[in-house]
């Protein structure tokens, strides 16, 4: 794991402070939704799926970081849909960094080059490109071809200007152990991001394309096979290696969805932002009137396939903590 020290810390002091309060649901990340509209249409993605009159909301700066503070979490990752479309994004983006939260942004970086002027670097702030593999593997996943030479562009710019860097990729049954190494390489190698985190594709319900989407058997394989020869070391991964253990099927957890709650145009979603089952008003409501049990694998069999680090990364955070040998084996990058 390569999150930088600052942060460690204050994550690891966030989580125990919230222990020895006695909270045994905490937010550990939000999702924040601001607007479901995009620019690009990946047959993977549900959200553009929502109504014209949907599409065209955007969350107000202040509803937005109203959300964050209300339920205290010391990180929030800003999604959508494009967040770069929304008018206010910079606006928002500085409002939590203010506060010194940890904001990541996450896009496909098409339009990062008209609005990266809007931004400034900051040790509370990353720019999260969704990378989905190399060249053709990517512009397949996003339906248009150009766009990884696009994205590629905009990181290299971004670290040209001293930007903190991540990516996130995610993979489909499409992929074998050669593309996810060839594409890890690529980004801790060749354009040298800061972190990359990696999910499994998950068949959620609004997603177009419902084909390619791994289960929990193709996921162990395609990571144990990836991982192989001691490959996971030298990758610099924002995940924990229990996570990456999880992925490769060496242990197994419960899901704990509720430590990265998703918030949108709508309220905060019950359960993640994979599933919806309905919106709470605050995140207090969203914790106490859901029954966390009966969602995860082997409870609910719309879970049955899942292990997005939704669900699945905050535990494996949560055992890493709690567990001296493995809290050094995360120093360590193990």
């Known amino acids: ?15 125990l402070g919230q222990k020895l309060r006695g909270r045994t649901k905490f937010p550990l990340l939000v999702e ?3 607007l479901f509209a995009c620019n690009l249409k990946c047959a993977g993605c549900g959200k553009i799926q929502h109504p014209a009159d949907v599409l065209k909301r955007r ?3 202040e509803q937005a970081v109203a959300a964050v503070e209300e339920c205290g979490a010391p ?3 800003i999604a959508g849909g494009e967040p770069l479309m929304h008018p206010q994004i910079a606006e ?3 409002e939590l960094v203010d506060r010194k939260v940890y904001v990541f942004l996450c896009t496909n970086a098409v339009l990062i080059p008209k609005k990266i002027d809007q ?14 593999g190399l060249r053709e593997r990517h512009d397949a996943s996003v339906c248009k071809e150009g766009v990884f030479d696009e994205a590629v562009a ?5 670290r040209r200007r001293g930007f903190r860097v991540t990516t996130n990729t995610t993979f489909f049954n499409t992929d074998s152990p050669q593309t996810v190494i060839d594409v890890l390489n690529y980004l801790n190698d060749d354009l040298q991001v800061d972190e990359m985190m990696i999910s499994p594709g998950y068949a959620y319900e609004k997603a177009p394309d419902q084909d390619h989407f791994l289960g929990v058997r193709e996921t162990r394989e395609l990571f144990r096979k990836a991982f192989a020869g001691g490959n996971r070391r030298r990758w610099r991964f924002n995940h924990t290696p229990l996570f990456l253990d999880f992925l490769e099927g060496r242990v197994d957890f419960p899901c704990t969805a509720w430590a990265i709650p998703s918030y949108s145009l709508f309220g905060w979603q019950r359960p993640c932002y994979l599933m919806s089952d309905g ?3 605050s995140y207090r409501e969203l914790v106490e009137d859901t029954d966390w049990d009966s969602y995860g694998r082997g409870r609910d069999p719309r879970c049955a396939n899942c292990m997005a680090h939704c669900g699945y990364e905050p535990t494996a955070v949560f055992a890493t903590l709690s567990s001296l040998k493995e809290s050094l084996r995360a120093v360590r990058g193990g």
């Open 1 to 15: 794991m390569t999150m930088p020290v600052r942060q460690a810390l204050r994550i690891g002091g966030y989580i």
């Open 32 to 34: 924040l939704e601001p």
């Open 154 to 158: 905009a990181v290299r710019e971004c």
């Open 119 to 132: 931004f400034e670097p900051s040790p509370y702030f990353a720019w999260t490109v969704h990378l989905d």
């Open 92 to 94: 928002m983006v500085r």
């Open 75 to 77: 990180m929030v990752s």
């Open 59 to 61: 969350m107000p700066v």
């Open 279 to 281: 919106y709470a008003a």
